[in-house]
């Protein structure tokens, strides 16, 4: 992430003597080697029922399958199209799929967390089946944002909760367990399904192919990878970074508002990718893209609150904690876009003066 028109930086971690077509098949290879050896793992604690293991060989699986998918999207002309995008669509498939268990845990996670902040005076439901390394991002989004003056979760714990209000909070997040461990439930069978199925299968076939050999045609990197960084750079611009930088600005209120910057954190993903096959630096990126997830985590679980309310015959109190939680994460939203833009701007600032001295 850098002004537009100032050159990547290199940390140094690509060879001088590697060819500039050496660097997507290496990063290829390398991505396809990781996604077997996760596989690997996963079938192996599968058998041993190690849950926590099962999980993180899970998402290891996903975080390669990202990575080239994201890589086959951004250099797309120097692969065989006719074999890259069908893999990069199968990729995607199996990316969401392993991914919907895991964010239905960390929302659970998110919103119980909160609810108990809300002030309630009895312990509220532990959200079940979350492994080691599957905890949530909850809380306040870093230290620079809004959250450090009073937000909405202090107006329901400012004092002591009134028995009818404490048990609201209690309903609420049993309503929220129930209803998502049920989701997360049936994501797991999906997920296990999926895994199963010779549609996986292929997907694994054609990754092992990949580990050995990537059909990409000679050519350099590097343009593709500024083309990414550019339309990321114009969807930062069209974002409200100005207004996003006053606390309390009342832009993340509606949710309608989040569809640009959910297309921004995707735009940083694969500008970021990008950087990994170049050797640039992606040091700030991944700081970056870690404020945009809980910017998207804390709005799906602002939803999931929403969602809860509107259960039929709940009583008034559960439905005003739900209001007040769905509010709690709203603000979490507008931390989140606070802290990017400082991080953005603060970025942009520091590539602009390294190009200064590079001119001199």
Same mark, same amino acid.
């Given at each position: 992430?850098?002004?537009?028109?100032?050159?990547?930086?290199?940390?140094?971690? !690509?060879?001088?003597?590697?060819?500039?077509?050496?660097?997507? &098949?290496?990063?290829?290879?390398?991505?396809?080697?990781?996604?077997?050896?996760?596989?690997?793992?996963?079938?192996?604690?599968?058998?041993?029922?190690?849950?926590?293991?099962?999980?993180?060989?899970?998402?290891?699986?996903?975080?390669?399958?990202?990575?080239?998918?994201?890589?086959?999207?951004?250099?797309?002309?120097?692969?065989?199209?006719?074999?890259?995008?069908?893999?990069?669509?199968?990729?995607?498939?199996?990316?969401?799929?392993?991914?919907?268990?895991?964010?239905?845990?960390? $929302?659970?996670?998110?919103?119980?967390?909160?609810?108990?902040?809300?002030?309630?005076?009895?312990?509220?439901?532990?959200?079940?089946?979350?492994?080691?390394?599957?905890?949530?991002?909850?809380? &306040?989004?870093?230290?620079?944002?809004?959250?450090?003056?009073?937000?909405?979760?202090?107006?329901?714990?400012?004092?002591?909760?009134?028995?009818?209000?404490?048990?609201?909070?209690?309903?609420?997040?049993?309503?929220?367990?129930?209803?998502?461990?049920?989701?997360?439930?049936?994501?797991?069978?999906?997920?296990?399904?999926?895994?199963?199925?010779?549609?996986? /299968?292929?997907?694994?076939?054609?990754?092992?192919?990949?580990?050995?050999?990537? &059909?990409?045609?000679?050519?350099?990197?590097?343009?593709?990878?500024?083309?990414?960084?550019?339309?990321?750079?114009?969807?930062?611009?069209?974002?409200?970074?100005?207004?996003?930088?006053?606390?309390?600005?009342?832009?993340?209120?509606?949710?309608?508002?989040?569809?640009?910057? /959910?297309?921004?954190?995707?735009?940083?993903?694969?500008? $970021?990718?990008?950087?990994?096959?170049?050797?640039?630096? !992606?040091?700030?990126?991944?700081?970056?893209?870690? !404020?945009?997830?809980?910017?998207?985590?804390?709005?799906?679980?602002?939803?999931?609150?929403?969602?809860?309310?509107?259960?039929?015959?709940?009583?008034?109190?559960?439905?005003?904690?739900?209001?007040?939680?769905?509010?709690?994460?709203?603000?979490?939203?507008?931390?989140?876009?606070?802290?990017?833009?400082?991080?953005?701007?603060? !970025?942009?600032?520091?590539?602009?003066?390294?190009?200064?001295?590079?001119?001199?």
């Amino acid at each position: 992430m850098r002004a537009e028109g100032t050159p990547p930086a290199r940390t140094g971690t !690509t060879p001088p003597a590697r060819a500039q077509g050496d660097l997507l &098949p290496s990063y290829l290879h390398a991505q396809a080697a990781e996604f077997l050896r996760a596989l690997r793992r996963h079938r192996e604690s599968s058998d041993a029922t190690d849950q926590d293991r099962s999980v993180r060989s899970a998402l290891d699986m996903r975080r390669s399958a990202r990575r080239i998918g994201g890589a086959l999207h951004t250099f797309r002309p120097l692969t065989d199209r006719g074999w890259g995008d069908p893999l990069r669509a199968e990729l995607a498939w199996l990316s969401g799929m392993l991914a919907r268990e895991h964010a239905y845990a960390d $929302r659970l996670e998110r919103l119980l967390d909160a609810l108990q902040r809300l002030g309630a005076p009895t312990a509220l439901p532990v959200a079940r089946g979350n492994a080691a390394g599957q905890g949530g991002q909850a809380g &306040p989004v870093g230290q620079e944002g809004p959250g450090t003056a009073p937000g909405p979760r202090e107006a329901l714990s400012r004092e002591a909760p009134s028995r009818e209000t404490a048990l609201g909070i209690a309903r609420a997040g049993a309503l929220l367990e129930r209803q998502l461990t049920l989701a997360r439930t049936r994501a797991h069978s999906a997920a296990l399904q999926a895994l199963g199925s010779s549609r996986f /299968h292929a997907v694994a076939d054609a990754v092992a192919l990949l580990a050995s050999e990537a &059909p990409v045609e000679p050519g350099d990197p590097a343009p593709y990878a500024a083309h990414a960084e550019h339309r990321l750079t114009e969807a930062v611009a069209a974002l409200p970074l100005g207004r996003a930088a006053r606390p309390y600005n009342s832009e993340a209120v509606h949710e309608g508002q989040d569809s640009p910057w /959910h297309q921004v954190r995707l735009l940083l993903r694969l500008h $970021r990718y990008a950087q990994e096959v170049t050797g640039g630096d !992606t040091t700030a990126l991944t700081e970056a893209s870690r !404020t945009l997830d809980l910017h998207r985590d804390a709005a799906e679980a602002a939803s999931a609150a929403a969602a809860s309310a509107r259960t039929a015959r709940i009583a008034p109190a559960t439905a005003y904690a739900l209001g007040v939680l769905h509010s709690e994460q709203r603000h979490e939203v507008e931390a989140a876009r606070f802290t990017f833009q400082r991080q953005w701007r603060r !970025t942009a600032t520091a590539a602009a003066d390294v190009t200064e001295v590079v001119r001199r």
